[in-house]
């Protein structure tokens, strides 16, 4: 399968694993990142559980290989449904030992998206003219 991951999607995610000192703050960090959020824009949920698998599996070679499967998980919260997200959490990364904790505070954090219309009612005008007086 033909990927939409470029090495610009993972410059911004290997210079914050890179400096990330908990997987929390990797965590909030990489969903700050517009990569990571145009990532979710052009993958599906499969898509990405796909190239995270592929990621996982092998031993990373450099700083991108290792933030790979951060950067997608992380591009997988952005979906409203949480379910592509326990289906990764059941995956073992031993190459990747933030991973587990990644995705479980990924989860934790999950709200299903909700949207409220509000109505406003019309008010009158608060300066009222003084001239017809």
Do not use: C
């Amino acid at each position: 399968m033909k990927t939409a991951i470029t090495k610009n999607d993972l410059r911004a995610a290997e210079r914050l694993f890179a400096v990330s000192n908990t997987p929390s703050f990797l965590v909030r960090k990489l969903r700050d990142d517009q990569a990571v959020r145009r990532l979710a824009e052009r993958l599906t949920p499969d898509q990405l559980i796909s190239e995270i698998k592929r990621a996982i599996k092998k031993q990373p070679k450099t700083l991108g290989d290792i933030a790979l499967p951060y950067a997608l998980g992380v591009a997988l919260s952005w979906y409203s449904d949480a379910t592509p997200l326990r289906v990764v959490a059941k995956l073992k990364a031993p190459h990747h030992p933030w991973f587990s904790v990644v995705v479980s505070d990924l989860l934790r954090r999950h709200g299903a998206v909700q949207y409220l219309d509000l109505r406003i009612p019309a008010r009158q005008p608060a300066v009222q003219s003084w001239a017809a007086e």
